[in-house]
């Protein structure tokens, strides 16, 4: 099973950016998918996640600003980033909780390559 993250780059502050993240492998299902980020020196953090049935967590730092969807068959999530700011300048990581194979195996807290997002200010 694979995370594979796409999106990122450099934005001035007050742009967008869409991050979006696809699951690949002999997967049946997916809990919750979404995104943390990290910056040097500190813990990563969660932005944003999904779960299957739609129920969603967002840091109330990105509230507002940020949206996440899931969507292709569950094993794929977008965020949507908005009005940026310099503090949301961060390597991106996909994340996901529990992921069931179709050989009945579960596998825990899978990850992304992280991206890079940039804003300037």
């Known amino acids: 099973v694979q995370l594979q993250a796409f999106g990122g780059g450099l934005v001035q502050a007050g742009g967008y950016l869409r991050l979006s993240c696809v699951a690949s492998g002999s997967i049946s299902s997916i809990n919750a998918l979404g995104w943390y980020r990290q910056t040097p020196g500190n813990e990563r953090e969660l932005v944003s996640a999904?779960?299957?049935?739609?129920?969603?967590k967002v840091a109330d730092s990105v509230k507002g600003r940020f949206t996440i969807h899931r969507h292709n068959g569950e094993n794929a999530v977008d965020l949507q980033m908005t009005n940026l700011k310099p503090e949301d300048t961060a390597v991106y990581y996909c994340h996901a909780d529990e992921v069931m194979l179709t050989a009945g195996i579960a596998r825990y807290d899978l990850w992304g390559q992280g991206t890079q997002v940039t804003v300037s200010s």
């Open positions: 999904i779960t299957r049935g739609g129920l969603t």
